[in-house]
Structures are given as structure tokens and as C-alpha cells.
């Protein structure tokens, strides 16, 4: 694993891609964390400046260096804005992993968050399922609402459970089937759907609506039961192993040789799972199966403006059209450079006005865990977003990441804005209806479920 | 010069005089702080200041002075000279969270800032108004209106609009010796004595810390058009730039881009530039409507004459957005050619243009070494960058020689070996060939009398 782990370590990685940042600083105005505090460490160009030196055998790597790559979002705003093409993401990902291994933060309250959130419960589909499950039963019987008033929970613990995400009804494998066919026209394509694990819990509608979608554009959809989680979370957080085993899981649950596409639509998850084959050493069965699947992900957007999907055209639009705008998700924009995809979606429904976000691309301050890590820079970053979408003066906010939909949703809740957030592929699937109306969803019932209970 | 290390005590006295949010010792704060935007020079600070205060700045100032350290003013770094690399020593002082606006005079067309506003803040607020800030380099949307100030900044409407000289009314200064000035007023005009503002424009950190900066603003021109030209030779260009000067036309700008940077820019982001020529004129003239048509149809005759290859109109706003945002981006993005890239700065008489890009090609055949060109061609002020690297001494060795050589060219045709960038550390070393013995001195005994314990910026311009 040699190979591997010298692209995942700032001292063994290749010299000339932390060699290629020149300091000009183009990259600063972009940066969330240097905007807010004006000090150079915590900008791209002084992060850079840092593992650089730690490269160089200038400096250990510290704690506050440690603490500092945990303070970036990771939100690549800076590697879009790069006119050199520093590739800051490998640079992030290997000072991570550097910094699990050296155990400098390490903490017995850390290891316990760490062990159970990172290596316990989204390691196993199983376990995150089950948790689901209970969480559903808490939430739905109000005990949630009831915490906040029980004298006995620290507030420390209740505020960790403030940010729990409300579970959805159903999970997506009790809302899709592990095969459905379009019968309303030929089959032209056949694609994988990748169900992710947050959005499987929280909102697996938002996979049903994606699965409409495809259908009603002639895919056909493989979508195995508990695929689980694709690892993102675990590469982001330094812990290369726990993310090649569920990489390898998943690439498992696929059929891959007979798919045309396996399609993603959370941004987060997208843009770890385009790179696969970085987490296998070159010349390893992994890597190659890791190759072929990375030439057919796509995000869901990318996949339908690629594939020319339909548009219906509407009858009545005699209807009040309410003002849509659209959050480029980090991992969707900077990760993917998916920035046109999901506007001529969004501009192609004729029953919304669609009315552009001013600084669409700044993060939202969701960033994976760090709202529950770095809440106050977080927070910091929502309002500032919440002040932007309130000009728009729009009734429903787009974005096509769970995470932002999440943190933006409780924001907006919070400063109790009548504002609805949603992903693109909802409206689009919602406008499929309306424009066929009575007829059912466009699937065969081909395979019948056997959902575990 | 500065260099004993202060004593423990008297770091102990520092710490203990700033809250801890505003004094950065450690060194994961002070290695980002050891370099800006020039290859090759690094040294980190002793300390970084944010002052919130006249009263702070005057305290570090005795500090400094007590202890044998230095001060160094710093906007956002993005200097290409070395005159924001500290110097051993070096307390820097920060001057980026003083970015307020401070009053706007519709009256009298003045904005008055803090020093750590950026360039683009000054812009969009003109804008608001419908008013201009001409100034607009590269960096503009991160470097400083102090850094601005410092370096006496251009960009690419220098040729019709001038450089942040021309637009500074006022400024307020810290001395090294603590005393507070206020320069210059919101008149138009003032003759009285010597202009004591200018000597601090350009200064380059080394004679005072500029503390609020009253510029001055302008009525916004109604029409803007960019003309977009290629050209197979890089000669022909700069002939037709020298034509456009002699036909007494002065555009808004007038920018040179050749093949090399072109590539580098299309790679970062494809702004639709020709994919045949060897070089490109941006020209953009803006004013009044039908001044700007009539304009435009000279600058096309005279550019008809030079065989250019192409001539595009970019009308839109949108359009014309694309390719000044492609143009701001050409240093950076030719990073991509080389482990190491040198950006100079000379500035020729615009008659002499054709011959300097003919030396500047036969320098860098004769020393074997790659050599982009863009530039501000308008102002004669050309951007030879060298595509070197640090590792190959060989190489570097060479650079520097062919580097020399276009200095002294540069002189002989009566320019100068910096435009817009300063000399900081990057050229000190050839400010000799520019200025004679006694001029020389008559610049160090400026330097003596305003910071006669040698604490601000020491060590650039000249030792
Ligand atoms: C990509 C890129 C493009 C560029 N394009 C141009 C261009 O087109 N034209 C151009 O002229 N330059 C250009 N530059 C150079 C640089 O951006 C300018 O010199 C800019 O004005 C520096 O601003 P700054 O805020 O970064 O200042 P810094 O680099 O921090 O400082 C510059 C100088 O000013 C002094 N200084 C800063 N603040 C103060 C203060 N408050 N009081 C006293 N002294 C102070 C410093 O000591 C230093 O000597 C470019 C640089 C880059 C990286
Ligand atoms: S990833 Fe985001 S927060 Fe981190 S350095 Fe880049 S722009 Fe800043
Ligand atoms: S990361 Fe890129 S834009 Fe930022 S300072 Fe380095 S080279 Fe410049």
C-alpha cells in the first residue's frame, strides 16, 4: 500500500503539487474562513504555506496545525478560484490523514464522537438503518421536543441532539425497487442509483423523485437495498481504510459491466465518488474495477443534460409562478464544476421563475460535520446565506446536497421564513406529474420487495 | 541595521500589551506571514500585529525602537518585489482588518478609507454612486488601497486614467517616529510646498504607516467598448500600439498578451481568445457614446494597418467582463508553466515598444530561457516573465543574467526597471543603474530624515 498512502501523506507526496502554489493570494477572496478573520492562516495560501513546511521538514505537524484543518471547510471555493490549478484537495486530504495518524488531537471525548459516529455507525448500512429506525420512533412520538426541557440532559448533549435530522417516513429501499423499468417508452439506458446514506435516511424522496425522473427520461434503474454509505465522510476525515472498505462494498453491490451510468445527486457524495480509484494503489484488481467505475458516475443533473432529457411542455399557465433560487452546493460546483447543469434544469420549468442566488457558490457552513464541529464559524456562514436567499425574495430555495438542504432548512426555520427548500430533481420530478396528469408513476412493478424488517 | 533578538523580557513586555487576538506569535501563524507574492524570498516575521488603534501603532513603534526590531506595514501581501518579505526581526503589522469606508462626499467626489479596504471595496462603492475608481490591478480584488498606496499600484486603465498617485487627495501617516500628519485636502488643486503626500506614494512601507487615504473619485463613462485584435507577430502588435499613441489616441486600455500567457489563461478558464495568433491586443475605449464609436473606428484603421490576423468587438458588458477577468488572471495562471516563475516589470518610451519585445526575444534565445510576455503596452509598461526553476541553479543562474541585461536595455532606452511593481527587495540591486551617485544618496537622505532609527521596512528599495 505504499503507493497509496504516499498521496494520502503530506511527507511522501508528490513535491511539485504543494510546490505549485505561488502565493498570489487570487484565492483569498473566495475563502469563507480568511473572509471572516482577515488572518492568513487561515486562508488557502496560508494553509498551503503550512503543509509546505511540514513537507519540508520545517516544521512538526502541531496541534494548532491540526485544529486548522479542521477549521477549512473544505470547501474548494479556493481551488476553483486558483488560476495555477492547485489541486487543494489532495493537499487537504492527505494533512488530514497525516493528522489522524499522529493521534495529535485525539481526546477521549473526540474518540468517542469519532469511534461512533465515523467508525461505528456510518461504517455498516445496517447499523445506521437501525439507528435511523429509532431516532423515527423518538422523533415521532415527540420526545425530541420534549428534550430540551428535561433538567437531567447536560446541554451539551441536548444541543447534539438539536442537530439530529428529522428521519424520514420511509427509507429508499421501501420506496424503490431494486429494478424499475420505464413503461411509458423504450428503454435507452441502464443505470445505477446510488441511494447515499444520509439522504437515504432523511430524504429518500428525494431518491424516489430521482428514480421518476430517469424513468420518465428511458433509464431503467438498478437500485440495490442498503448500499450504505459510500465513504466520503471517512475520506474527509482522514480515515483512509474505513473508505476503501465501503468503496469496495458498494463497488460490490453493483453490476457495473452491464451499467451505462451509476447516478449520484448529492454533491457530497458525487464528488468522492468520481475518485474511487485514488483510494487503490495503481496495478491492483481494486484500482482497475475503481477506474471503470469512475468513468460511470455521474451527477444526476450532468447525466440528464448529457443524455437530453425531456421536456414536457406545461398547458395551464394561468398559475401563479413562484420564485425559485439555487444554492450551488460546495462538492456540486467547486468539487464537480457542476455549475450549469442544474440551472438549465431549473430554467427549463415553466412554472417557476427561476431568480439567481448572489453569491450562490460562498458555502453554507454545512460542510459534512463541521456545523457540529465548528458551529459558530458555521452559523456564521448560514446567516450570511439566509441574508442573501431573503433578497432573492424567493419562496423556495434549490440545492442538491442533503447537507446544505439540512442546515439551510433548520436556518430558515430558525429566523422563521416561510421559505421551502428542495432539491432541483424534485421540482423537475413534481413537474413530470403535473404535465402528465393521472398517469402512475412510469415504472414496471417488476421485482416485488422483501424489505427486512 | 537592525540585529540583536529582542530579550525575553522585552517580548514578554509585547505580549503582554496586546489582547491575544490581536498578536500572533506562534509560529503556524507566523510562517504564512514570511513571504508574499515574489518566488525565492522567505523569512518569517518576529510577530504580527492587528493594531486597532493610532495608540497601538505608536506603542510598537517605542517597542521596536527599544528593542532593535522593525516594523513592516502590510495590505494582503500580494506585493511581487519582496517588499512585504519581513526581515529578521520584523514585527508585521497588519493592516487588513482596518478595511472600513469611512465617508463618502458626493459633493465633492472624494471616498475616504482605512488602509485595509480592498482596491474592488473602492470600486463597487463608486459604482453604487455612478461614480469610477480607475485603478484596477491584477490583484485588485484582494490587494489593499495601503498596499495600493505603497506600491503606487497601476493597472490596465493607467493609460488614459493614470495610477493611484493620481487619484490619492489626501493621506493620514504615522512617522516611524510616532508623529501623526494629515496630507493633502478634498481640493483639486495645491501648490503649496513641496507635496510632501507623494513622497509617501510609492514608498513602499519604508517612510511611514498610511492610516485613512482620501482618493478621489470620478464621473463614471457611459459607454465602454473592448476591441479584441490578434497578430502573427509579436512586433506587429507593438508597432500598432506605437501607431495608436502617435495618432494622439488614448483608449482606456491597452493591454498585450502573448502566445504563451494566452494558453495559460484558456487553460484556467477559455475566455475565447484566438487559437492562431502569437500575440493579442485587449483595447478598450470608453466615454461618451459617440466619442467612443468615433474611437473605435480610428484605433481600427490605424489597427488594419499592422496585418492583424483578427479584430473582434466585445460590446456587452458581459463580454467585455470575460476578457478583462481572463486578463487579471495572466501572472498566475502562467504559473502553470513552470516550477518557478519570475514576474518583471519594466516600462519603456511606447515609441521604443518593437524594439524592446525584439530584445526581450533575443535575450531569451541567447540564454536558452523561456520568457511569456504580457503587458500594459499602452503605459510601455511590459511584464517579461521568466518560466525558471528554483531546484535548477544552472537555470537560475541564467535567468538572473538575461534578467540584467533586460534592466539595463530597458535603461538605455530611457525606461525604467519598474513600472508599477516597486523595487522592495526583488531589485535593489539595480536601482544603481537607474540613478547616478549623488541621486542615490538624495533618496537614502529622505529615507534618514523621516526614519532616522531605520525601523520601517528596512532593508528595501535600497540597504
Ligand atoms: C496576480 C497579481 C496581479 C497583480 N497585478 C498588478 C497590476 O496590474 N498592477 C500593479 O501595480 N500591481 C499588481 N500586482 C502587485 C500587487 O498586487 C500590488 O502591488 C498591490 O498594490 C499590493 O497590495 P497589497 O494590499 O497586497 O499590499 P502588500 O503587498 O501587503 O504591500 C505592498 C507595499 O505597501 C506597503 N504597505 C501596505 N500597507 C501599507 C500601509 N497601510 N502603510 C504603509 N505602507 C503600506 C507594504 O509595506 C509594501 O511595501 C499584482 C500582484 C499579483 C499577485
Ligand atoms: S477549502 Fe474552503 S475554507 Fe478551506 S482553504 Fe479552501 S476556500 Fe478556504
Ligand atoms: S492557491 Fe492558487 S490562488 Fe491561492 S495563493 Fe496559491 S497559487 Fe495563488
Known sequence: MNNLNSRFSLLSLDPTIIQKCIHCGMCLPSCPTYQETKIERNSPRGRISLMRAIAEKRMDLTELFAHELYFCLGCLACQTACPVGVDYKTLFEASRQDIEKSQILNNPLRQIARTALIRFLFRSSFRLRTFGKMLRVYQSIGLDRLVPYLPFIPAKLKDMMAQLPPIASHFSSELIQPRETPFHTKVRWKVGLLTGCVQDLVYSKINRDTVDVLLYNGCEVICPPHQGCCGSLHAHNGELKTAQLLAQKLMDAFPLNELDALITNAAGCGSHLKHFSNLFPPGTPWRKKAEEWDKKVFDIHEWLVKIGFSKPKLTDTSQPQPVVTYHDACHLCHGQKIKNEPRIILNSLPFIRFVELEESDHCCGSAGIYNILQPEMAHKLLNKKIAKIKQTAASILCTANPGCLLFIEKGLKKQQLNIQTVHPISLLAQWYKMANPGEPTPQKNQEKLAIPK | ?463
Open chain 2, 1 to 463: 541595521m537592525v540585529s540583536k533578538e529582542p530579550t525575553d523580557e522585552a517580548l514578554r513586555s509585547l505580549i503582554d500589551h496586546f489582547p491575544k487576538s490581536s498578536l500572533l506569535i506562534s509560529k503556524e501563524d507566523l510562517i504564512p506571514y514570511s513571504f508574499d507574492a515574489t518566488a525565492t524570498f522567505y523569512q518569517p516575521p518576529l510577530a504580527v500585529l492587528f493594531p486597532s488603534s493610532i495608540a497601538d501603532i505608536q506603542w510598537i513603534l517605542q517597542w521596536a525602537k527599544a528593542n532593535h526590531a522593525c516594523i513592516l506595514p502590510r495590505g494582503s501581501g500580494t506585493s511581487l518585489s519582496g517588499a512585504v518579505v519581513p526581515q529578521k526581526n520584523s514585527i508585521v503589522l497588519s493592516m487588513a482588518k482596518w478595511n472600513k469606508i469611512l465617508e463618502i462626499d458626493r459633493n465633492n467626489l472624494t471616498i475616504l478609507v482605512e488602509p485595509g479596504v480592498t482596491t474592488q471595496s473602492v470600486q463597487e462603492e463608486a459604482d453604487k454612486l455612478s461614480l469610477f475608481y480607475p485603478p484596477d490591478p491584477g490583484s485588485y480584488k484582494i490587494s489593499t488601497i495601503g498596499g495600493n498606496v505603497g506600491h503606487n499600484s497601476g493597472g490596465i486603465r493607467g493609460l488614459k486614467y493614470g495610477v493611484t498617485r493620481n487619484y490619492v487627495l489626501g493621506l493620514e501617516v504615522i512617522l516611524p517616529t510616532g508623529q501623526l500628519l494629515w496630507l493633502g485636502n478634498k481640493c483639486m488643486k495645491d501648490s503649496a510646498g513641496y507635496s510632501l503626500k507623494d513622497l509617501f506614494i510609492g514608498s513602499e512601507g519604508t517612510l511611514g504607516i498610511v492610516s485613512k487615504v482620501l482618493l478621489r473619485l470620478i464621473p463614471k463613462p457611459q459607454e465602454r467598448q473592448v476591441i479584441l485584435a490578434s497578430f502573427s507577430t509579436l512586433e506587429a502588435a507593438a508597432e500598432a500600439t506605437s501607431a495608436i499613441i502617435n495618432a494622439a489616441l488614448i483608449p482606456s486600455a491597452l493591454e498585450f498578451l502573448d502566445r504563451k500567457t494566452i494558453d495559460c489563461i484558456e487553460q484556467y478558464n477559455p475566455a475565447g481568445f484566438p487559437k492562431e495568433s502569437e500575440a493579442v491586443l485587449l483595447i478598450e475605449s470608453d466615454g461618451h457614446p459617440q466619442a467612443v464609436r468615433d474611437e473605435i473606428v480610428c484605433i481600427l484603421k490605424v489597427l488594419q494597418l499592422y496585418n492583424p490576423l483578427d479584430i473582434k468587438i466585445a460590446e456587452e458588458p458581459k463580454d467585455q467582463e470575460q476578457l478583462w477577468k481572463a486578463r487579471k488572471v495572466a501572472f498566475s495562471a502562467l504559473a502553470r508553466k513552470a516550477p518557478t516563475v519570475l514576474l518583471e516589470d519594466i516600462t519603456v518610451p511606447r515609441s521604443a515598444l518593437a524594439e524592446m519585445i525584439r530584445k526581450i526575444q533575443q535575450i531569451s534565445s541567447q540564454y536558452g530561457v523561456e520568457i511569456a510576455v504580457y503587458a500594459h503596452m499602452g503605459d510601455g509598461n511590459l511584464h517579461p516573465v521568466f518560466l525558471a526553476d528554483e531546484q535548477n541553479e544552472d537555470l537560475m543562474e541564467k535567468v538572473y543574467r538575461a534578467m540584467k541585461e533586460i534592466f539595463l536595455y530597458a535603461i538605455k532606452l530611457g525606461g525604467t526597471i519598474t513600472g508599477e511593481h516597486g523595487v522592495g527587495l526583488a531589485k535593489k540591486e539595480f536601482l544603481a543603474y537607474q540613478y547616478n551617485k549623488e541621486e542615490f544618496q538624495l533618496l537614502k537622505s529622505i529615507k534618514k530624515i523621516l526614519d532616522p532609527d531605520n525601523l520601517l521596512n528596512p532593508g528595501k528599495i535600497f540597504d
